[in-house]
Nanobody, 118 residues
Framework: VQLQASGGGLVQTGGSLSLSCVAS????????MAWFRQAPGKEREFVGI????????DYADSVRGRFTISRDKARNTVYLRMNDLKPEDTAVYYC????????????WGQGTLVTVSS
């Protein structure tokens, strides 16, 4: 699976931004798609996850209620809609994929930078 993330940029506090992650290479029906982020000087952290075939998305407490993950199967794309952005959301955002039943994410996108100005 190849993943290509895009959509990052500079946004003011309280603003919104949408990230995209286009997947290619194989059928994704048995994969989970996730978003992670890594802020400067910090470890990478989980943002949210969704099953490609269906089901509700799950989110980290820090973004629940503000971020929404969706998927467009026709476009092989997963989206991360971020609302009410805060300076602490500033990070490089990565999309990742793992096969159902596996504990680790075997596929990662290249990351896209989101900067939230105060």
């Amino acid at each position: 699976v190849q993943l290509q993330a895009s959509g990052g940029g500079l946004v003011q506090t309280g603003g919104s931004l949408s990230l995209s992650c286009v997947a290619s290479g194989r059928t994704l029906s048995n994969y989970y798609m996730a978003w992670f982020r890594q802020a400067p000087g910090k470890e990478r952290e989980f943002v949210g996850i969704v099953g490609w075939s269906g089901g509700r998305a799950d989110y980290a407490d820090s973004v629940r209620g503000r971020f929404t993950i969706s998927r467009d199967k026709a476009r092989n794309t997963v989206y991360l809609r971020m609302n009410d952005l805060k300076p602490e959301d500033t990070a490089v955002y990565y999309c990742a994929a793992k096969f159902r039943g596996e504990a680790t994410y075997g596929y990662w996108g290249q990351g896209t930078l989101v900067t939230v100005s105060s």
